[in-house]
């Protein structure tokens, strides 16, 4: 496909999502049905869908109108590209823009237009991250890097950098999480490395990670993953210390993957459909259903999906579940988790932030920043 006919093709699609369909789904028929696109072509248009999701609303300005095409013709203008070059109108081509497409300049649109925010969320989000508002709403319009999990179970980090070295798969330490990898070369070559086959790294977003890192886990802890999914979590706080690990999720189906995923990294998880029956435990983890904030970079979609209904909702999931949560964790932790969540001020509820709990602890917690799992 020439590059002309892979915008025209993203700008397709883009209007299937447009009018309501889910991005995955839409991709995915597209590249049932073009045979004669070849596997760069599909990463290209990909992108193209993707990178268009993340900045719906400023690229809309900016390509004058929120359609597949109003998008395309945001990009290529803010890439500083003239969209004539690509829309020729010939062979597979989006015709030329026409006058009523000029478009306006993103600095004179509002603030949640220039942000890609939806309107209703931007106070809440100003009210959540003060400062951070603009920094982490331009964070949410990029793409997400591929981020491991060195299995400190199994080695060092730098052991682990070195076994994906000679795979292929090129890494960057995070300065800011001691387990975390950046990929930064070879990341299709990861799911059929050794490395990960064996257990020595695991997919897992930095923020994921470091919010594990902050848990008060001693060898010997008995740690219940109250809300485990496919237990990235579980994982990582086995990996940090010889616990007895349990697991429980409201939906077991999701918890699948968990025996497998341990046996990898070299450990022991009982999967509990009743964790009150085992309790106490040293440690309880909420990671609750939260907005999904931390993925939005790779479901984009769900950004502008997401309604002050939702939103309402999932609070109050969150304050079940951390309810039924707490009187799981013995009394005598109690005092050690007041002092790590919030020295001044003791166990409180958890605050309505936008980006929800990530995790917390005990029942009671602080907000983590967004976070993936
Ligand atoms: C954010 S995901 C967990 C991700 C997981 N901790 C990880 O790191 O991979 C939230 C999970 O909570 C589960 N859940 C929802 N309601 C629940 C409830 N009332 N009790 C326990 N788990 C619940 C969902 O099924 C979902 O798997």
Known sequence: MTPAARLAAAAGILD?????APAERVLTNWARGARYAGSKDRAAVRDHVYDALRRRRSLA????????????????????????TL????????????????GRHLADAPLGTRLDMPDWLLPRLQE??????????????????????????????EEAARALLAEGIGTEEDP???????????????????????????LQDAASQAAVLRLPLRDGDRVLDYC???????????ARADLALFAHDADPRRMADLPPRASRAGLGVGLLSDPAARAPYDLVLVDAPCSGSGTWRRTPDAKWRLTPERLADLCTLQDRILDAAQPLVAPSRMPCLRHLLDPARGVRRPSR???GPSSRLGGRGSSQPPATT
């Open 128 to 157: 959540s991250l003060g400062d951070d508002l603009e920094a982490a709403c331009r964070t949410l319009t990029q793409r997400a890097p591929v981020t491991l999990r060195a299995n400190l179970h199994k080695g060092t980090r």
């Open 228 to 238: 485990a999914g496919g237990g990235g979590k579980t994982l990582t706080m086995g």
């Open 61 to 84: 300005w900016v390509g004058g109108g929120e359609t597949g095409r109003g998008l395309m013709l945001g990009a290529l203008r803010l890439a500083g590209n003239d969209p004539a």
């Open 176 to 202: 800011h999480v001691k387990t975390a990898l950046q990929v930064v070369a070879g990341a299709t070559k990861i799911a059929q490395s050794n490395a990960f086959r064996s257990g020595v790294v695991e």
């Open 353 to 355: 932030r936008v980006h």
């Open 16 to 20: 299937e999502i447009l009018s309501g």
């Open 87 to 102: 829309m020729t109108g010939e062979g597979h081509a989006l015709p030329p823009p026409a006058p009523g497409e000029q």
